[in-house]
């Protein structure tokens, strides 16, 4: 699908006064909706714009921009809220944007970078311009969406329109039996998973999208969750369909058990990513009434390329792949995908390959379900030569009652160790217990000897964890460097330099 064929799609006279996006301050049919993206496609093409970066908090108008650049074929660059002012400079600059899209409440920081209001909206929403210095971009580009990168600083990957469209006209294509009529966006925008299953593939299905600000669907910046805040988000929006990462999952399900509640009946189709699950929490999930499906892919490959499903499910994998896709495993065990690629890095454009190396490690069995056991670069070798990936090991520690984080480390030790982020306030003999449970279900040589309380929390905000979710190893590392000497090792702060 290209966005020629999408746009059609869009303006069927069917769909015109169906409910498109939804939100606490408005509603807009399919017919308002493209009114609203022609007009600010005019407005773009009116201010020369190129390239657009978006400084939006989740809502109608962040969607409207999204559609409006597709449409007026100019390169959008949807930065996180949640990123400091100098590394908004620093990918503004990087990646040429000329038009920024935000709140009036920027205006001072914005003209420090050499921006000027070229029109004002009523309420908040300006669109700030400069003159900017053109950037080398692949061809074809539509979006620079920017990866949460697991030790270095994010990169921006160059993605193509049709390949974005293609990914979620796949995902529609495999979820249309679920007749799913209400998505609720309770990831940032930003973030391409959401755009692409939480905007486009509902937009494809005629659907509506409930896009509220973060803060009411329980997620604030990018490491706190309220689990309360989004099962009210839940209930009040009928959702039919969410996306949540992993970490997301697991403090709704401890919500749910402390206050004897379950998920929404209107719920029928929770879809899980970013990181490792694990057939526990699913399976916790589901007697809880919440249907967790796991799935995966990569912004490399445009968004999702295998997925569990109702019916084609086997819960601790990361599901078959979907239409568009092919995957196969290298001899040495990597993943590689087919089907749909990124044009290239900021900077940097691909080499041609039909088959994507993923970086991850894993295998597909007998009935085409993927399974993945951890990052390539990740894995661990013992003091006695034994290779473990951690991500097998933490999935373990993450699953039991009173844990809600654990990074593994133990390169070129006699054992492993682990930094834990409990849930709650446990005491260290209710962490020693879950740790105890976890080592009955491993080999020796996986098993976690010395552990310790983290001494940060598990977020993009503290350096420890990406967006998503992933640990930082590098960073935690450093900052538990003792965990490895017993005589040194404390719950007190310890100073890492």
Avoid at 37 to 61: C, F, I, K, Q, Y
Avoid at 148 to 175: N, R, Y
Avoid at 384 to 392: C, D, L
Avoid at 427 to 433: E, G, T, V, W
Wanted: net charge negative; glycine share 10%.
């Amino acid at each position: 699908m290209n966005a020629f064929d999408f746009f059609t799609l869009l303006r069927e006279p069917v769909r015109s006064r169906a409910l498109a996006v939804q939100s606490s301050a408005e509603s807009l049919d399919y017919a308002t909706l493209l009114q609203r993206v022609e007009r600010l496609t005019s407005a773009l093409t009116a201010h020369r714009a190129s390239v657009v970066a978006s400084l939006m908090d989740n809502g109608p108008e962040w969607i409207v921009l999204d559609l409006a650049c597709l449409q007026a074929d100019v390169v959008h660059v949807p930065l996180p809220l949640f990123f400091t002012p100098g590394q908004w400079r620093e990918t503004l600059d990087a990646a040429g944007v000329n038009i920024v899209v935000g709140p009036t409440t920027l205006q001072s920081m914005l003209q420090a970078f050499g921006f000027e209001v070229a029109a004002q909206w009523p309420g908040q929403a300006a669109m700030f311009w400069r003159s900017a210095a053109s950037v080398s971009l692949p061809r074809g580009t539509a979006k620079i969406t920017f990866t949460s990168g697991s030790t270095g600083s994010p990169k921006g990957v160059c993605l193509g329109a049709a390949e974005m469209l293609a990914v979620a006209d796949s995902l529609a294509a495999a979820t249309r039996r679920l007749d799913i009529r209400r998505h609720l966006t309770a990831l940032p925008l930003p973030v391409l998973l959401e755009n692409i299953a939480g905007v486009y593939a509902p937009l494809i299905e005629g659907a509506t999208i409930c896009a509220n600000p973060l803060k009411d669907v329980g997620l604030h910046g990018s490491s706190r969750f309220d689990p309360a805040a989004f099962h009210n988000a839940l209930l009040a929006s009928g959702a039919q369909s969410v996306i949540v990462l992993p970490q997301m999952l697991r403090a709704y399900m401890g919500w749910l058990a402390a206050t004897a509640a379950t998920g929404p009946d209107t719920l029928r189709f929770v879809a899980v990513g970013g990181a490792a699950v694990g057939a526990d929490l699913l399976e916790s999930a589901r007697a809880s009434g919440v249907p967790a499906y796991e799935g995966y892919g990569l912004s490399e490959a445009c968004s999702v390329q295998t997925l569990n499903l109702p019916g084609a499910d086997c819960p601790g994998s990361a599901g078959r792949p979907l239409p568009h896709a092919c995957v196969r495993v290298a001899a040495d065990g990597e993943i590689e995908v087919a089907g749909t690629h990124a044009l290239g890095y900021l900077g940097q454009p691909a080499t041609p390959s039909a088959w994507l190396p993923t970086g991850d490690m894993g295998g597909v069995d007998e009935a085409g379900f993927l399974h993945i056991r951890g990052r390539k670069k990740n894995v661990l070798i013992t003091g006695y030569g034994r290779n473990v990936s951690p991500e097998w090991v933490e999935l373990r520690l993450a699953n039991q009652r009173v844990i809600t984080q654990a990074v593994v480390l133990g390169e070129g030790q006699a054992e492993l160790g682990a930094v834990i982020w409990p849930l709650g306030d446990p005491n260290d003999s209710d962490i020693q217990a879950c740790i105890d449970e976890a080592n009955n279900g491993l080999p020796d040589y996986a098993r976690i000897g010395p552990w310790m309380r983290a001494r940060a929390e598990f977020s993009s905000t503290s350096g420890l964890a990406t967006v998503n979710g992933r640990p930082r190893r590098e960073a935690v590392a450093k900052l538990h460097f003792d965990l490895f000497f017993a005589d040194f090792r404390s719950t007190e702060d310890v100073d890492p330099s």
